[in-house]
C-alpha cells in the first residue's frame, strides 16, 4: 500500500456546478479524515468517519456538502451547486490510532 | 478555545544556516498532542513529530530538533545545516480533548533555503 490516494488531483468546474472527491486510505486504517485547506491558511477539518459512521462533521461543513464512506474503506465527498468559495485544496487522512494520521496529496478544486 | 500562531509567514536563510520556525498555541486542556508537519509544492503533508503535554524532553532527529516549552506554550522547530530541500511550508498543530478527533492547524510558515 502506498498511502493515503486522492482523486482527482485536480478539478475545474464552473459555478452552480457539483464535484465529487474520492479518497482511498491506507487498507488497515479504519479512522478516515477530510480536512480543506484555502490559500496561505492551514487545514482546517470538515468531518471524520471510524468505519463507515460519520462520527464529527464540523461547523465548515454545510448542507451542500456531504460525505460518505459505505463500506468503511474509500470515502467520497460531494459538493453542491458550488460556490467560488469552495475553491481551495481538499484533504484526506487516515489513521489506524488516534492522531496517527496520514495525509494524501489533496484535490485542488477551483470554482470559476 | 484551541489556537495555533505561527507569527513567521516567511523565513529564507542561506543553505547551512540554522533556522528556527516559532509555535505557540492555547488549549484550556491539560492532555493534549503537537505536531508538526511539512508541506511541499506537491501539496501532501508529511508527519514530522508528535509530542503529547506530558513530556517536555526536547527531541532531535538528524538535523531537526524541537523544543517544547509548556511555561511558554511554545513548540519551536529548529532546522541546523538547512538544505535546499528543507523549502517547504511548515504547520505546526495541536489536538487536545475538545477536538480530540481532529487537529488545529497554524496558519504555516514558509521556509525557502538559498542556495
Known amino acids: ?112 | 478555545a484551541q489556537k495555533v500562531t505561527q507569527a513567521q509567514t516567511e523565513i529564507s536563510v542561506v543553505e547551512k544556516e540554522d533556522v528556527t520556525l516559532d509555535c505557540v498555541y492555547e488549549t484550556r486542556d491539560t492532555t493534549y498532542y503537537l505536531f508538526w508537519y511539512k508541506q511541499p509544492p506537491s501539496g501532501e503533508l508529511v508527519f514530522l513529530i508528535r509530542r503529547n503535554s506530558f513530556d517536555e524532553q526536547n527531541e532531535i532527529s538528524g538535523r531537526y530538533s524541537w523544543n517544547f516549552q509548556k511555561s511558554t506554550s511554545s513548540f519551536n522547530f529548529t532546522i541546523t545545516a538547512s538544505q535546499v530541500v528543507d523549502s517547504a511550508v511548515y504547520f505546526c498543530a495541536l489536538a487536545d480533548q475538545t477536538g480530540a478527533n481532529n487537529l488545529f492547524f497554524g496558519t504555516g510558515t514558509r521556509l525557502t533555503i538559498i542556495p
Open chain 1, 1 to 112: 500500500d502506498t498511502g493515503v490516494s486522492q482523486d482527482p488531483r485536480h478539478k475545474i468546474t464552473k459555478r452552480g456546478q457539483n464535484v465529487t472527491f474520492r479518497c482511498d486510505p491506507i487498507s488497515e486504517h479504519n479512522r478516515l479524515y477530510w480536512y480543506r485547506q484555502t490559500l496561505g491558511q492551514g487545514p482546517e477539518f470538515l468531518t471524520y468517519f471510524q468505519n463507515e459512521a460519520q462520527l464529527e462533521k464540523s461547523r465548515l461543513l454545510s448542507d451542500r456538502f456531504s460525505a460518505e464512506r459505505p463500506k468503511g474503506s474509500f470515502s467520497t465527498l460531494e459538493i453542491q451547486r458550488t460556490e467560488q468559495g469552495d475553491s481551495a485544496m481538499y484533504l484526506c487522512a487516515s489513521s489506524a490510532s488516534l492522531h496517527g494520521y496520514t495525509f494524501g496529496s489533496g484535490t485542488r478544486l477551483t470554482v470559476v
